[in-house]
């Protein structure tokens, strides 16, 4: 199963492709679409979606999972954030990729092993479940494929929990 997870903000979105195959799981690609601090919002939305769909055409994932937001101390950040998951998820739809969202913590959770996990410990994991010699960078394009390997973690759970007639479109959503 090739799965796209992606970080989603205005100004630097993350994304990633992993790969499973049985027990295993590797990074196939990684990277960041960043866009101009002071721009017009719409062209910004329009490079991530643009962006985001040349990526879709060149690996052909089977599923994606988009982070959610998290609102913590500053509001204010969330909403540009918000404008860049939903031309994200614009794009994924438009592509036809089902999709997966998960929260910051289940991601860490899912991981990790808590939801309380830092941004090293994120990307010392994400590094080693997925077979890489480095951490990946920027920090976007790690989170990004933390965020995989969440649905990764969760698609594996729900089709062992649910068995084999669960693998239907409707018995897998995340």
Known sequence: M????????????????????GGDMRARAYGC??????GEMAPRLRRIADELTAVVR???????????I????NV??????????GAALVALSLAGVEIGEYTPMQIKQAVVGTG???????AYMVRTLLHL?????????????????????????????YGANAQTKEGLHA
């Open 116 to 122: 309380a996990a830092d941004k090293r410990q994120v």
């Open 33 to 38: 679409i960043h866009t101009p601090a002071g």
């Open 76 to 85: 204010r950040s969330a909403i540009p954030t918000a404008h860049a998951r």
């Open 2 to 21: 090739i799965i796209l997870g992606i970080d989603p903000g205005l100004a630097n979105t993350g994304w990633g492709i992993a790969e499973t195959r």
């Open 58 to 68: 060149r690996y052909h994932p089977d599923a994606a999972a988009v982070e959610g």
């Open 133 to 161: 010699d480095h951490d990946p960078r920027p920090d976007h394009a790690a989170d990004a494929l933390a965020c995989a390997v969440c649905h990764a973690h969760l698609y594996q759970t729900k089709r062992l929990s």
């Open 70 to 73: 998290y609102f913590g101390a």
